[in-house]
């Protein structure tokens, strides 16, 4: 059974929002506005490594299943964690289709997310959700190939700023996106869609 934790769930209230790349206007679905249908968006050709060291690339994503795909960060301290609190809610919240729905959050702080605690911080919203790393300058060039704008980290004076994904995109098998949930979508408007995403594109 997926689990998420009681205190992070909580956090779902706290989202604020930030900026993020516009997209095109739906699809002609029926499809509530937070979530953005679109036209085939071709996968990145890029190769990463999941925490577990198996080569991982968007191309290769599940055959039989849809795989929600993140890029965010371990150390954030409201968006990321509130959204992955928020996936594996949806996920409970749809019973057997959550079995065709794989999780994956690309880092965009791969310096400081090791293997180990990218792991770690996954297994607090759910064991089955899947960490990947790889050099940031093609994490970013990924990001913006599905239109999800990422900058590598900087510092400045003593701060040291990264960025997260302000969407959550909907991939099908071979890696294409065919859609987004916006920023601070709800679990309970996640668990709206995806049931008919699964049907519709399996």
């Known amino acids: 059974m997926r689990t998420t934790t009681a205190v ?5 209230g706290l989202v604020l929002a930030s900026g993020c790349a516009a997209g095109p206007a739906g699809g002609g679905t029926d499809r509530p506005d937070y979530f953005l249908d679109v036209k085939g968006m071709a996968a990145p050709a890029q190769e990463f490594t ?16 849809l795989t929600l795909l993140y890029f965010g960060y371990t150390s954030c301290p409201d968006v990321c ?18 079995e065709k729905v794989d999780v994956v959050m690309v880092s965009t ?43 590598a980290p900087k510092r400045t004076g003593g701060d040291y700023l990264v960025t997260h994904g302000g969407r959550l995109a ?9 859609g987004f949930f916006d920023e601070g979508t709800s679990a309970e408007q996640m668990s709206a869609v995806l049931p008919d995403l699964v049907r519709e594109n399996l």
């Open 8 to 12: 992070l769930a909580g956090l779902a």
């Open 50 to 65: 999941t925490v577990g060291g198996e080569k991982w690339a968007f191309r290769d994503v599940a055959e039989d299943r």
């Open 81 to 98: 964690p509130t959204t992955m609190a928020d996936v594996g809610l949806a996920l409970d919240g749809i019973g057997a289709d959550a």
């Open 109 to 151: 702080d791969p310096e400081r997310d090791t293997d180990e605690q990218l792991r770690t911080w996954l297994d607090n919203f759910d064991p089955d959700f899947e960490g990947v790393r790889g050099p940031i300058d093609e994490v970013v060039a990924a990001a913006e190939d599905y239109g999800i704008p990422v900058e």
């Open 170 to 178: 909907v991939l099908v098998p071979g890696g294409d996106a065919i």
